[in-house]
């Protein structure tokens, strides 16, 4: 992460992951004037070839892995090879990012006629048929087996992982594990899907087989979460909250091991548990009506 700026000034540069901004802040009866760490939210506008796209709003940090990652997640592109990151801007207004692309996918890309206006990086915003929204993602592998003791091992160096939502208290992460639970790699954005597209593109730059281990996230698992992962060819995602009937439905035809609720407590598999070894019962309790979604 950016060195973060001193207490007094009052701005910091839009590639900082946070901000400081003025608060008045009340603490066990006492009222008093502060600088608070806040996370940085910026448009992220992407092109192709010349071509405008999307424009997303994202913590601008890993800029490029994220350009990578949701060209890959979004089937603009098959593999890293195929995408060059030609200029990164950072203006007032935010971050422009010029890309190219093999002049077939630019024509595939062309067709498909988006003007994604995200928030917080959805993916699917601005996309003009249900069609286009529900495409089926390609198949994922056999994957690996995965004990659930290494899974809570994962998770436990994911919450260690985050400087800045320990920081900022804003941001969600995705993190990627060994089939042991050793985290290897570990992206933030105030976006779940930008922190998981970071994390793809940060995979397909370091070479590391979406087929070897477990994609760990600090979300909800909705939809776009499972199709982003399936799309990148990872077998198994775990999420820290619930998973939607069609985020399912998705990972059950794609072939995506979806775990829910994967917490200090247990976890829920919804879908292809054969990748999950059990350490103990091997029933899986429900999760409980308490349970809140994030």
């Known amino acids: 992460m950016s060195a973060k700026p001193s207490l007094s000034e009052p701005r910091a540069t839009p590639g900082d992951g946070a901000v400081r901004r003025r608060v008045r802040r ?27 796209f999307a424009v997303m709003m994202a913590t601008p940090q890993d800029i490029a892995d994220f350009a990578l990652g949701f060209s890959l997640s979004e089937g603009i ?9 030609e200029d990164i801007a950072t203006s007032l207004e935010g971050i422009s990012v ?35 929204v529900l495409r089926p993602p390609p198949r994922v592998g056999d994957g690996p087996r995965i004990a659930a003791s290494a899974l809570q091992r994962a ?19 995705a993190g990627w594990a060994d089939a042991d639970g050793r985290l290897l790699l570990a992206r933030e954005d105030v976006g779940r899907h930008n922190a998981l597209d970071k994390l793809i593109g ?25 199709m982003k992962a399936a799309q990148a ?9 619930a998973p939607t009937a069609l985020a399912i439905a998705l990972a059950e035809t794609s072939g995506l091991t979806l775990i829910g609720f994967a917490r200090d ?24 009506a308490t349970d809140t979604n994030r």
């Open 26 to 52: 009340l603490r066990d009866g006492e009222l008093r004037e502060t600088m608070d760490a806040v996370a940085a939210e910026v448009p992220v506008a992407l092109a192709y070839n010349g071509e405008p």
């Open 155 to 173: 998770l436990g160096e994911l919450r260690r992982s985050q400087p800045l939502n320990a920081l900022t208290g804003a941001t969600h992460a």
């Open 265 to 288: 407590d247990g976890h829920a598999v919804y879908t292809h548990p054969q990748r999950l070894l059990e350490d103990g019962d091997d029933a899986v309790a429900a999760p409980r």
């Open 233 to 241: 060819g990872i077998a198994v995602l775990a999420a820290i909250s």
């Open 77 to 85: 592109v098959g593999a890293a090879g195929e995408l060059a990151v």
């Open 202 to 226: 940060a995979m397909a730059l370091a070479g590391i087989d979406p087929q070897a281990g477990v994609c760990v996230v600090t979300s909800r698992a909705s939809y776009e979460m499972a």
């Open 98 to 132: 010029a890309l190219r692309v093999p002049p077939a996918r630019a024509a595939a890309l062309a067709s498909r006629r988006r003007n994604l206006q995200g928030r917080s990086g959805c993916g699917v915003c601005g996309t003009e048929s249900i069609e286009a």
